[in-house]
C-alpha cells in the first residue's frame, strides 16, 4: 500500500508539470540554443538577451528562422519568429508583431528591432 502511494504521488508531480517543449516548424530552430562560433557572434548573441529581458522578452519565446552579417551596414542580424505565430491552442494570443529582425549594430554596440 505505500508504494502504491509513493507511486500515485510521483506520478501527480509529473502531471502537473508546467515544462512542455515542442519541436521548432520546419526551418527554424530554438532561439535559445544557438551556438556561436566567434566572438562577435557572442556579443551580438548576449546583447539580444539583454535587449530581450530588458523590454519583458524571453529568448524562448522565439524560433530562428536566419542570422547572418550584414557586412555592407556593418550589422548582425536575427530573423526570428514568435511562438505565438504557431499556436496550436486558442489560449496562446497571436501577435506577429512581436516577429522580426533584430540587429546588432557593431559600431555603437546597440540592438534594434525590426518589425515585419
Do not use: C
Not at 500515485?8 to 527554424?28: H, M, N, Q, R, W
Not at 557572434?41 to 530581450?52: G, I, M, S
Not at 530562428?64 to 494570443?93: C, D, G, I, P
Amino acid at each position: 500500500m505505500r508504494f502504491i502511494v509513493i507511486f500515485l504521488a510521483l506520478l501527480s508531480f509529473e502531471l502537473f508539470g508546467k515544462t512542455i517543449v515542442i519541436g521548432p516548424p520546419d526551418g527554424y530552430t530554438f532561439f535559445w540554443a544557438f551556438e556561436p562560433k566567434t566572438k562577435f557572434e557572442e556579443n551580438a548573441f548576449e546583447a539580444v538577451k539583454q535587449h530581450l529581458a530588458k523590454n519583458n522578452g524571453d529568448v524562448s519565446n522565439y524560433y530562428l528562422s536566419k542570422n547572418k552579417l550584414n557586412v555592407a551596414k556593418a550589422v548582425y542580424e536575427f530573423r526570428v519568429k514568435h511562438h505565438s505565430e504557431f499556436r496550436k491552442s486558442k489560449n496562446v494570443m497571436y501577435m506577429p508583431f512581436l516577429s522580426g529582425t533584430f540587429t546588432y549594430d557593431v559600431k555603437s554596440k546597440v540592438v534594434t528591432f525590426i518589425r515585419e
